[in-house]
């Protein structure tokens, strides 16, 4: 799994301040894709030791935000285990794949986007989405749908 860049971001899941990190091979190829450089074979190949670099210049995160990986779904779920074990941190995933591969996933991230770009729906803001996310409570399994958090057009209403 590479990563192209990171950066610390507010609106990718609702009340984290997450470090996402956007990785490269995007195999989903969606039309009209806003990061389509992210399909390119690019980046840096991560090791736990580099993950752990980067939490730890980032104090004040609240998640890690793993941002693609759709080629890579085992090395995506390793890291994400290993960021809640060894840190404590919520953890979530934006996949462009319309399913989620495994239930067992579940069990390693607070959140999951999933859904393709469709030019005609529009990203997760959009009230027309075709993207959902959704949270994820532990003990006992709970999943909640929140893609509405994330609507324009409601974003302003209480």
Same mark, same amino acid.
């Given at each position: 799994?590479?990563i192209?860049n990171t950066?610390v971001?507010?609106?990718e899941?609702?009340?984290e301040i997450?470090?996402?990190?956007?990785i490269?091979?995007c195999p989903?190829?969606?039309?009209?894709?806003?990061?389509p450089?992210?399909?390119e074979?690019?980046?840096v190949v991560?090791?736990?030791? +580099?993950l752990?670099?980067? +939490?730890?210049?980032?104090?004040?995160?609240?998640?890690?935000?793993?941002?693609?990986?759709?080629?890579?779904?085992? @090395?995506?779920v390793q890291?994400a285990?290993?960021?809640?074990?060894k840190?404590?941190?919520k953890?979530?995933?934006y996949?462009g794949k319309?399913?989620?591969?495994?239930?067992?996933i579940?069990?390693?991230?607070?959140? +999951?986007?999933y859904?393709h770009y469709? @030019?005609?729906?529009?990203p997760?803001?959009?009230p027309?989405?075709n993207?959902v996310?959704?949270r994820i409570?532990?003990?006992?399994?709970?999943?909640e749908? +929140?893609?509405?958090?994330?609507?324009?057009?409601?974003?302003?209403?209480k």
């Open positions: 799994m590479k192209y950066q971001v507010l609106r899941f609702p009340d997450t470090l996402a990190l956007n490269s091979n989903n190829r969606c039309k009209g894709c806003h990061s450089y992210l399909q074979d690019q980046g991560v090791y736990e030791d +580099i752990d670099s980067l +939490i730890e210049s980032n104090p004040g995160i609240s998640c890690v935000g793993f941002m693609g990986g759709d080629a890579s779904v085992d @090395e995506v890291f285990k290993h960021v809640r074990d840190y404590g941190l953890t979530g995933w996949s319309d399913y989620i591969p495994n239930t067992d579940l069990n390693y991230f607070d959140y +999951i986007k859904g469709d @030019e005609q729906c529009g997760l803001d959009s027309k989405t993207q996310m959704i409570e532990h003990d006992p399994l709970k999943i749908v +929140i893609t509405h958090k994330f609507n324009r057009e409601l974003s302003d209403v």
